[in-house]
């Protein structure tokens, strides 16, 4: 059976070292992905690497890491892919590191709940007159943006969020996008507010890299730019109603 | 978050100065905005043009003997690579920040950007034309 050299980056607060690179000998199997290396390595070769993943089919987000340099979802990387090696593995970039290849997400929970991912209704219509129905168009106004799975690799390929972490970031904006783009949701002027800043949509200065690196298609660049449009008419308008009173 | 307060030291890496360098897409990014340079360049040369013709056709001949300069002229044609490849990134990226409906219809990406080459190619034939008939 042939192998493939892991480099993958250790990090022990315990013993407040630098993180290193400890290698690793895995079997280089066809039907492999890095994260079945790195289980292959925890079962059988060093049971204190710490990681975190969960689904291992791309639907929870949790496995997410740099491979050689670019965040990617570990369970969608085939070894044989990188071969001959060796695959360098080390923490999704731009967050603090806990342990290994464990990094700390509250950050991007809190920017998450700051996009208000909810249906904001101005008045709720009674029951008596039913639900609020929505089209096919309307649907796909949207739907591209509920796909993302919060895997956070857009923060990763985000060099103005690693520069600014004061930054909203991709996927919080691109999720207050698909609620503004909610044919049911009138919550636009509260996300405005929160987002049309310098940390907010203006902040990004359209370096794409979100959307490329994305592993459900969803495109945060597109969002954010869509989001900047509307952010610069509601300027316009106020600025006309404000001359005109 | 509470919860986060009491924990074992978080190891942070700084962003290097050079980050861009690490990726062909951050390099080509670094390079788009610094075209932005000669944009600004042509606005400043455009302002000049006016004052000087402003200030009579003295200061206009002395303006045009410099521009006419080899340095000058290489400088010219290097900013007018760099304003057109600054444009051309610019229009391909309007139908992401743009999303039209007629109705049910979606305008497609295609006639988006496409709307705005030909509004450039309309407004530089006026221009070309205001300059050959003047």
């Known amino acids: 059976m042939p192998t493939i050299t892991l480099e993958v980056l250790r990090y022990l607060p315990e013993d407040g070292a630098e993180p290193v690179f400890q290698e690793y000998e895995v079997p280089l199997r066809a039907d492999w992905v890095v994260l079945d290396a ?104 949207y739907k591209q943006y509920t796909m993302c799975i919060n895997c956070m690799l857009c923060y990763s390929a985000c060099p103005v969020y690693g520069l600014d972490q004061g930054f909203s970031g991709p996927a919080a904006l691109a999720l207050a996008q698909r609620y503004n783009k909610d044919s049911r949701d009138q919550g636009n002027a509260q996300r405005m507010e929160q987002h049309s800043n310098d940390e907010g949509i203006w902040g990004c200065t359209m370096v794409g890299e979100c959307s490329e690196v994305c592993p459900k298609h969803v495109d945060p660049a597109g969002a954010i730019q869509q989001y900047k449009l509307a952010g610069a008419v509601d300027w316009w308008k106020s600025l006309i109603t404000r001359k005109g009173k | ?102 109705g049910r219809w979606r305008v497609p990406d295609l006639m988006i950007a496409g709307g705005n080459y030909a509004a450039w190619f309309a407004i530089s034939g006026v221009i070309a034309w205001a300059y050959i008939i003047g």
């Open chain 1, 38 to 141: 790195l289980n292959h390595i925890k079962d059988h070769i060093d049971g204190t690497l710490s990681y975190r993943w969960s689904c291992r089919m791309g639907v929870c987000g949790s496995c997410g890491m740099m491979v050689n340099g670019k965040p990617v979802l570990t369970c969608a990387a085939f070894l044989e892919s990188f071969a001959p090696g060796p695959i360098r593995v080390e923490p999704m970039a731009h967050f603090p590191v806990v342990r290994d290849l464990v990094v700390e997400v509250t950050d991007f929970m809190d920017k998450l709940t700051e996009a208000k991912p909810w249906i904001i209704r101005e008045t709720e219509k009674p029951l008596s007159e039913g639900e609020y129905r929505q089209s096919p168009e309307e649907l796909g106004d």
């Open chain 2, 1 to 102: 978050m509470s919860y986060t307060l009491h924990h074992p030291k978080w190891h942070r890496v700084a962003k290097p100065i050079f980050w861009w360098i690490r990726r062909w897409a951050y390099i080509g990014f670094i390079f788009r905005e610094l075209t932005s340079v000669a944009v600004a360049y042509f606005a400043v040369l455009l302002v000049l043009i006016y004052c000087a013709v402003q200030s009579g056709p003295e200061a206009y001949a002395a303006l045009m003997g410099l521009l006419a300069h080899p340095a000058m002229v290489t400088i010219s044609v290097f900013a007018l690579g760099a304003v057109l490849y600054h444009s051309i990134t610019w229009f391909n990226l309007s139908p992401k920040a743009m999303v039209v409906r007629l």
